[in-house]
Each structure stands twice: as C-alpha cells, then as structure tokens.
C-alpha cells in the first residue's frame, strides 16, 4: 500500500474524489456474525449464523438476507434486539417468518427506532433453538462504514493555555482494509514555524505514539499517513471512546501551541476537504483550504455542520444542495463562531434530504471578496460505502452444477474503489474449500480472479486492496465470488456480487423423515422412560429432555440403527413435572417432538 499512499492522499485531501460521487451511490448495509460467545452467558455451540440489512434508498424498508448452520437444536425464533455489546433488551421486531429451513430472505418495513439504534451499535439478532430456548447464538450488527475522526485544536485547550491565536481543523481518516490511517489538518495563524504533531493518551497522559510529523507544513496544512502496524493495535477502539488528544507544538510553543480532543464523527457522519479543485468553475489560482464535518441528531431529524477555513478574507460560508459536478441551490449560510475562520449551524433536515447527504448532494461553498462565486468548495462526503448483499449456489456456477450448498455474503467497496472488504458463509459444501477467490466477469460468464480469499470455513472474511477501475465493474454486476471444493475443484457454488438473493431454496432432508413407529412408556413415568422407534436408516443423533420452562433436562448422545431401535433412559434423578422429549440431529439442524410425558414422585 506504501506504494500508493501519496497518490491517494492526493485524491482525498485535493478533493478529486468527489467527482464521481452522482454515478457511486453509497448504500446503507449493516451484517451481524452470529456465535454461541456472544450469548450472555456463553453458549458451547458449533452454530454460526451471517445476517445482513441492507436498507432502501429511503430508509423505509430493509431486505433481509442471513443464513444459520450447525446449531445444536432446531430454530424457534429469530429476533432483532436493541442492546449493545453484553447487554440484553427489548424485541424491535421478529425475523422468524422470514426463516426457511436455513435461509433468511425477506423485506420489512422499518421501526423507526431501527436505524437510530443500529448507528450506534445498538442492535443485535438473536436465534433461540430447541436445544437451547434462551438462545443458542447472537451477533451484533456492524455498519460496513469507514471510521473519521475530527478535531478542533485551539489554544485555550493546552495545559497551560498557550494565549495563541492559531486555530486548526481536520482529523483522521481509516478506510475498512487501509494499513494506514490518513491524517490532515488546516491550520491558520501559528505563531512560528511547526515542529510535531502528536497525539496523547487522554488516560494516562502519554504519548500515543511518535509525534507523526516532523518539521513544518505548507500551504495551511498538514497531512500524511500513519502505518497501523507500528501503533497500539486498540487504537481504533480507543479512538472511538476519545482517549486521545491532538497537540501541535511550535517553535514558540515547544510545550504546545494549540490542543483538541479527537471525536468520532458518528457512523453516518463525514468529514471532508473543501479546496478550490471542486468549486465550479474552480479559481486560478487555487485559494485556501479547509474542512466540514457533520453529524446527525440521534433520531436524524437534524444535523450539526462544523466548517473550518484557513482564508482570512472569507465572507460567508454556505450549505448547498446539487450534484459533485453542478451548482446547486443554497439552502442557508452557516453561522460565525467566536473561534476564527469556523462556522457551526444545526438545522432541521427532511427525509429527503437527508437522502441528498447519504448520496452525496451536500456541499459547502465558502465565498472571499476576491471570489464572489465561490472560492473553494466541498462535498459532504460521508463515511457510508456502497454495499452489497447476495447469495451463491450450484445454479450460478457457469456451467451449473447439482450441489445442495448454499452461501450467503456481504461486501462493500469506498466511494474511492480503493478498498473491497467481505464476509461469507457457507453450508452444505462436499467438502471443504480448496478454492476461494473474487473475479471479474457478467452473469453466465467465467472471468478471471483478482482476489484469492481465505480457505476458512463455514466463515469466510477479508479485506483486499483493489484496481479503482474494479470498483465500478463490480458496482454493475461485472464480479462473482466462487468456491471450489475437493470434488469439485473447478467450483461448486458461485454468487453475483450484486444486491439481491437468486439462489433457488434447497430445503435439507433430514434422516429424522424416515423415523416412524415411535412408542414412550410408560406414560406417566417416575424411575424410566423406555422410547422404541423404526428407522429406515442408520444416523446419530441425541435423546433430549426439556422441562417445563424449555430448559434441558436430560440429554443423551445415541447411535441410531436401522431398523427397530429401543432405548432405556433412567430418570430417577429427574425431579417430578412436565417434558417433552425430542430426538435431534444437530449436524442436519434437525429436530422432532417425540412424546410430551409428566413424571410422578
């Protein structure tokens, strides 16, 4: 990446990037990876699950996609919960009509409080089984969004305060499979020449890592990359809970001249150069910098925009609404702040435009005496990448084959199509994987790989740097992702990158289909229970017993024999109320009730 890094600070801070923004819609996509360890308390369980929401341009509707395997007992309910990490709460709505057999598809009409509490971590799925009715797996749903972060540094700030005048705006910028994070900053008014910039721990008063630059800054801004393999691995996550401070020191201030605490910008937020290369016409020559950022209110009624410029002849700064590459009509001019050269405004936003900042049709244009038309200008470019959620299966390998496997996947591309990050989840495969891999081709056609992915299984995750003439091929269908296994090496199952579930519903047989015959005595029982049953096939499976409240009872791992079966199960140790007895096969996700039975003292 190292290699590149230059080019696309370039493109990032100069503001090329936002050309392309009208034809590279992004899309709100959140996925949750389901385990047993996320229950609370932990669940020794195989299962696995993948849940993807993928909303409609409107945020009214949201379609459903998700899979579950290897669960220990068959599925009962599959619910959406608000709560964050370690916590329970309240249903916001139910999945479990949406469940057939393994496979979760449907579309459904949005809660309003959904999408407020997903931007916050706040939502997660949770899928109770027969084996386990408190719950068996959950997972939290994550938004495919890169990470800002933004500062304001001003003197008062500095421990002792400084009494200087400066003033910077900017942050740090990590995109979802970057080995760096991106930092810029615009500056106005240091008292002399520049000599670190650093970031402090906030806890422990300590440098987070080297000051990242060294010596001074041209043009009113500073701006660079950090490698994420040289710095605390928890950095991300300390970041988003503000432990850190930004400190620029000065020759005049080698203590530090001006300080502000680092700010996530919010899972729908943005943070964005304003420069004269988007202004429209842009001037000669090129004036100024500076930047916006924004965050919606929690229930998204509103939005506050901060504006920094580094132009001390500025006189007024404007929200528009309009196209990257068009003028657009204003709609307010922000508000001075007794800060120079920043400008801050919250104001009330309708559903529609907040679709025109999700999609990029927000801009700030920053006018001077010199360029009544506009100086220098910016797209709102918010954190949000375009996101996909799809199926694979046997029929869309070119030419098809006959496999029963299913998978279900997500990935998601910046705005940039720099970076392609993904999660996919499989079952059913003949054996597993020997071949895994993204390549470039339309539906019914075979192309070549761009992107070998891991052989791990059922799961299926990875980031990849790709070619930005990738992204908008993969945006109009042109990629697949397909996976090969030892008897079909060629591929087994393949699926569209695209946003839409085609796969045809394979309903798994189970060998419980061919129990008959099934007798339990006696009825009511106190010290035994013997169960008798005829099966046309040998399989295994377990005996288990729930009480009254679904709780496991009695559990028993048996070999079930073709033909006549009997099995003899001591309950003396049981104490006396109702059960249900079930017979299960955990590897089919198989279940049948059995007998319903009391127990008398």
Same mark, same amino acid.
């Given at each position: 990446?190292?290699?590149?890094?230059?080019?696309?600070?370039?493109?990032?801070?100069?503001?090329?990037?936002?050309?392309?923004?009208?034809?590279?819609?992004?899309?709100?996509?959140? *996925?949750?990876?389901?385990?047993?360890?996320?229950?609370?308390?932990?669940?020794?369980?195989?299962?696995?699950?993948?849940?993807?929401? %993928?909303?409609?341009?409107?945020?009214?509707?949201?379609?459903?996609?998700?899979?579950?395997?290897?669960?220990?007992?068959?599925?009962?309910?599959?619910?959406?919960?608000?709560?964050?990490?370690?916590?329970?709460?309240?249903?916001?709505?139910?999945?479990?009509?949406?469940?057939?057999?393994?496979?979760?598809?449907?579309?459904?009409?949005?809660?309003?409080?959904?999408?407020?509490?997903?931007?916050?971590?706040?939502?997660?799925?949770?899928?109770?089984?027969?084996?386990?009715?408190?719950?068996?797996?959950?997972?939290?749903?994550?938004?495919?969004?890169?990470?800002?972060?933004?500062?304001?540094?001003?003197?008062?700030?500095?421990?002792?305060?400084?009494?200087?005048?400066?003033?910077?705006?900017?942050?740090?910028?990590?995109?979802?499979?970057?080995?760096?994070?991106?930092?810029?900053?615009?500056?106005?008014?240091?008292?002399?020449?520049?000599?670190?910039?650093?970031?402090?721990?906030?806890?422990?008063?300590?440098?987070?890592?080297?000051?990242?630059?060294?010596?001074?800054?041209?043009?009113?801004?500073?701006?660079?990359?950090?490698?994420?393999?040289?710095?605390?691995?928890?950095?991300?996550?300390?970041?988003?809970?503000?432990?850190?401070?930004?400190?620029?020191?000065?020759?005049?201030?080698?203590?530090?001249?001006?300080?502000?605490?680092?700010? *996530?910008?919010?899972?729908?937020?943005?943070?964005?150069?304003?420069?004269?290369?988007?202004?429209?016409?842009?001037?000669?020559?090129?004036?100024?910098?500076?930047?916006?950022?924004?965050?919606?209110?929690?229930? %998204?009624?509103?939005?506050?925009?901060?504006?920094?410029?580094? =132009?001390?002849?500025?006189?007024?700064?404007?929200?528009?609404?309009?196209?990257? $590459?068009?003028?657009?009509?204003?709609?307010?001019?922000?508000?001075?702040?007794?800060?120079?050269?920043?400008?801050?405004?919250?104001?009330?936003?309708?559903?529609?435009? @907040?679709?025109?900042?999700?999609?990029?049709?927000?801009?700030?244009?920053?006018?001077?005496?010199?360029?009544?038309?506009?100086?220098?200008?910016?797209?709102?470019?918010?954190?949000?990448?375009?996101?996909?959620?799809?199926?694979?299966?046997?029929?869309?390998?070119?030419?098809?084959?006959?496999? =029963?496997?299913?998978?279900?996947?997500?990935?998601?591309?910046?705005?940039?199509?720099?970076?392609?990050?993904?999660?996919?989840?499989?079952?059913?495969?003949?054996?597993?994987?020997?071949?895994?891999?993204?390549?470039?081709?339309?539906?019914?056609?075979?192309?070549?790989?761009?992107?070998?992915?891991?052989?791990?299984?059922?799961?299926?995750?990875?980031? *990849?740097?790709?070619?930005?003439? @990738?992204?908008?091929?993969?945006?109009?269908?042109?990629?697949?992702?397909?996976?090969?296994?030892?008897? $079909?090496?060629?591929?087994?199952?393949?699926?569209?990158?695209?946003?839409?579930?085609?796969?045809?519903?394979?309903?798994?047989?189970?060998?419980?289909?061919?129990?008959?015959?099934?007798?339990?005595?006696?009825?009511?029982? $106190?010290?035994?229970?013997?169960?008798?049953?005829?099966?046309?096939?040998?399989?295994?499976?377990?005996?288990?017993? *729930?009480?009254? %409240?679904?709780?496991?009872?009695?559990?028993?791992?048996?070999?079930?024999?073709?033909?006549?079966?009997?099995?003899?199960?001591?309950?003396?140790?049981?104490?006396?109320?109702?059960?249900?007895?079930? %017979?299960?096969?955990?590897?089919?996700?198989?279940?049948?009730?059995?007998?319903?039975?009391?127990?008398?003292?």
């Amino acid at each position: 990446m190292k290699k590149n890094i230059y080019y696309f600070l370039f493109l990032i801070l100069t503001g090329v990037l936002a050309a392309p923004l009208q034809a590279q819609i992004p899309q709100m996509l959140f *996925h949750a990876e389901l385990g047993g360890d996320e229950m609370l308390p932990p669940v020794n369980t195989q299962g696995k699950g993948l849940v993807s929401f %993928l909303f409609t341009p409107d945020r009214t509707k949201v379609d459903v996609g998700g899979m579950l395997i290897r669960l220990n007992g068959t599925v009962t309910s599959v619910t959406i919960r608000q709560g964050k990490t370690g916590e329970t709460g309240p249903v916001i709505f139910d999945l479990t009509p949406y469940l057939n057999d393994r496979h979760i598809i449907g579309q459904v009409t949005v809660p309003s409080i959904l999408l407020p509490n997903l931007l916050t971590n706040s939502v997660y799925v949770e899928v109770k089984t027969t084996a386990h009715p408190t719950g068996e797996i959950r997972g939290q749903f994550a938004f495919e969004a890169d990470l800002a972060f933004k500062s304001l540094l001003t003197s008062d700030q500095v421990n002792p305060p400084s009494n200087s005048n400066a003033v910077a705006y900017g942050g740090i910028l990590y995109k979802l499979g970057l080995e760096d994070l991106i930092y810029a900053f615009a500056f106005r008014d240091l008292s002399s020449a520049m000599t670190s910039v650093a970031l402090y721990d906030v806890v422990t008063g300590q440098l987070a890592f080297p000051p990242f630059l060294m010596g001074g800054a041209t043009g009113g801004l500073i701006q660079g990359f950090i490698e994420l393999d040289t710095i605390d691995p928890d950095f991300l996550k300390k970041a988003l809970d503000c432990r850190y401070n930004v400190l620029i020191n000065t020759v005049n201030y080698p203590q530090g001249e001006i300080m502000g605490k680092l700010e *996530h910008v919010g899972l729908f937020g943005s943070l964005a150069p304003i420069t004269s290369f988007q202004q429209i016409p842009p001037p000669t020559p090129p004036v100024g910098i500076g930047f916006s950022s924004s965050t919606p209110s929690f229930d %998204l009624d509103s939005m506050t925009t901060w504006v920094f410029t580094n =132009d001390t002849s500025t006189t007024s700064v404007a929200l528009h609404i309009g196209e990257p $590459n068009e003028n657009g009509p204003q709609l307010f001019e922000l508000s001075a702040s007794a800060i120079p050269g920043l400008y801050v405004q919250k104001y009330a936003v309708t559903e529609q435009q @907040l679709t025109d900042f999700a999609q990029g049709r927000f801009y700030i244009q920053v006018k001077t005496a010199a360029n009544p038309d506009g100086a220098i200008r910016g797209v709102m470019k918010n954190t949000m990448r375009r996101g996909y959620a799809f199926d694979l299966c046997g029929v869309q390998m070119v030419p098809p084959t006959s496999s =029963d496997a299913l998978g279900v996947a997500v990935a998601s591309v910046d705005l940039a199509n720099h970076f392609l990050n993904y999660k996919v989840i499989t079952d059913g495969l003949a054996s597993a994987p020997v071949d895994a891999y993204f390549a470039q081709a339309n539906v019914g056609a075979n192309g070549i790989a761009f992107h070998g992915m891991p052989l791990t299984e059922p799961i299926i995750a990875g980031s *990849h740097e790709i070619m930005a003439a @990738l992204g908008p091929i993969i945006e109009n269908g042109g990629s697949y992702v397909q996976i090969g296994t030892m008897g $079909n090496p060629n591929g087994e199952i393949r699926g569209q990158v695209r946003r839409g579930f085609t796969c045809p519903e394979v309903v798994s047989a189970t060998s419980l289909e061919q129990v008959t015959e099934v007798n339990v005595s006696p009825v009511p029982f $106190n010290d035994f229970l013997n169960v008798s049953l005829t099966t046309k096939e040998s399989f295994e499976a377990r005996l288990i017993m *729930h009480d009254i %409240l679904g709780a496991p009872a009695y559990v028993q791992n048996i070999n079930i024999v073709q033909g006549e079966q009997n099995m003899a199960i001591s309950t003396l140790q049981l104490p006396a109320g109702f059960y249900s007895i079930s %017979l299960e096969i955990p590897t089919e996700n198989a279940s049948v009730l059995l007998k319903k039975v009391v127990k008398t003292q």
